[in-house]
């Protein structure tokens, strides 16, 4: 460790995924400094899981020459429905967890204050605040991935409602009767325009003796299912009719749901992010934005910015920042 | 007017919808003392409709044995897009308003403060503050009649956006592809379970050789575009299947429309009202809850209340006295 890094504070924020964890050191000022990656191992259970969250948390700061002694603060997404005051993880389908008292275990286990949140609602305070300098007063972020999810910023603030799950847009219907979802319900946004949703068509149209050049990125013993948002890109940047149709519909659907929103809420910014639209920009976005003008209410959507994302997949461990340094602030103030 | 009277202050309520006027007077305690209805004879141009609104509000008044002189503010909901500031209606199509100055022209005429808002947002907000005595952090109103609309209560405030057209839950598409809106996209909510939709779907039904008893409820010269939607309920209790199956359905995709909204905003209470619901509470409600329920993700229903409102075609006044009185208010504190 540097001597000139000893005295400074720093704050940590966690992205917990079903696949990886990514945490990042940043400074008090939100300046971030250094990054790492873990594979999350979901089955290995929960406790092998907070020691790699812990692990991963240790390996970005020492790889930025600091000690976990000038930690102050850990802010953490995970995928599910979570209760930010107790810090437990209520219900997360894609770690299995159900009642998992993160903050508890993760607090006890590198004695340092940590806050939880649900991964969607970080990634959405990390736009509004970093990336859109906290100006929209109202501002929706919607998260394409595997599922689809979003974060609600009313009035300023992180809006949870209830019972604390707001933002499930993945399972707003946008198709009665449609294709079946996860969820177990039919024609919900995320059976329409996930990633799991692209793949699933592209295979369907496979079956059905459609022709497509996908197949060929295909490692020796690989699937469909092994197949990354990328690939996709590279398929329609070296002109595959079927990869691009398919990709276009779920634009064309994200774009409804964008409306919907924009109709209901009329929020200042809609920001659209998350894995699909990171790798599938150039080729969803404009299709997104034309599909949700067509279908707003006439004059609602003057003055309304439709967007992707600059912070990628850095968006939830800058959320986990921002919300570690809120409630840093907050306890200070008390 | 009887003198113990005289010195009764009093603030008057306002619901204009696209074919009838309907005015209250109430107390400064928002104790309902008198109603009054006028046709609104839109066809006649904005100022007609001004010196109706006027005359509506001074037949509640003089009705209950009081004078104008009392009236110390008028709050009014307008169909349409309205900007609270300025209390011009921007648009109202069923009105075919644009632009149209209504507060100014109404406080020119009657000489006393008018504040006017978008009727949904008012007759959400008479349902929470009257209704539900203000309880529900969060809260969601969908007003099913001749088009379908929302006004959302969002931390006990109301809330309306960036550009104020907040609600537009009618034009939520439910069905991409599905039939024809008035608003010229297809598969909105509007489309699938408003009256308009409902008298579309018997139509339809009636032209292809299906039987009801309802076209016995016609009147000579009559068509099925002059029924009610109670005529729907009377031919539902003599046992009309035809009409039960079309209301089953309006219905269900209610009930996904909740479900929508649940899932997005999780607000603690959603209350139903208009005069679909008024009309065809017992017929609907049990399979609005139910789908609703089904349709919403695991969990996040616990403890949400999905209600019928008691306040039926009142909402609109009571939420017009409500925002006259808190405008009051805040000038006073100023």
Not at 51 to 76: M, N, P, T, W, Y
Not at 125 to 133: A, K, R, T, Y
Not at 293 to 320: C, F, N, Q, W
């Amino acid at each position: 460790m540097a001597d000139s890094n000893s005295k400074q504070d720093l704050i940590v924020g966690v992205d917990l995924g079903g696949t990886k964890i990514l945490a990042g050191v940043f400074t008090p000022q939100l300046k971030r400094l250094q990054t790492a990656k873990l594979s999350t191992k979901a089955v290995r259970g929960f406790e092998e899981v907070v020691e790699r969250i812990a692990r991963c948390i240790q390996d970005a700061v020492d790889e930025a020459d600091f000690s976990l002694k000038q930690v102050k603060a850990i802010g953490i997404g995970a995928p599910g429905a979570v209760d930010p005051s107790s810090g437990e993880v209520v219900f997360a389908p894609n770690l299995e967890w159900s009642k998992a008292p993160l903050k508890k275990a993760l607090e006890k286990r590198l004695e340092i204050p940590v806050f939880v949140e649900n991964d969607c609602n970080l990634c959405a305070l990390g736009v509004h605040e970093i990336e859109l300098h906290g100006k929209p007063r109202h501002m929706v972020g919607i998260f394409l991935g595997t599922g689809i999810g979003a974060g609600l910023i009313l009035d300023g603030h992180l809006y949870s409602g209830f019972n604390r799950t707001a933002g499930e847009i993945g399972h707003m219907v946008l198709q009665v009767g449609g294709p079946k979802c996860g969820c177990g319900n039919k024609g919900c946004f995320e059976a329409l325009a996930s990633r799991t949703a692209i793949f699933r068509n592209l295979q369907e149209a496979v079956k059905a003796g459609e022709k497509t050049s996908i197949l060929e990125l295909l490692g020796p013993g690989q699937s469909l299912a092994d197949l990354k948002s990328g690939d996709l890109r590279k398929a329609i940047r070296k002109g595959d009719k079927l990869v691009e149709k398919i990709v276009e519909d779920a634009a064309e659907y994200t774009g409804v749901a964008v409306a919907n929103v924009l109709n209901l809420l009329n929020p200042e910014v809609i920001v659209l992010g998350g894995g699909v639209i990171d790798a599938l920009k150039d080729e969803m976005m404009s299709i997104i934005v034309e599909t949700a003008r067509d279908y707003a209410m006439p004059g609602t959507d003057k003055g309304i910015e439709i967007v992707a994302s600059e912070l990628g997949d850095e968006a939830g461990i800058h959320g986990g920042a921002v919300l570690a340094r809120q409630r840093l602030k907050s306890a200070s103030s008390n």
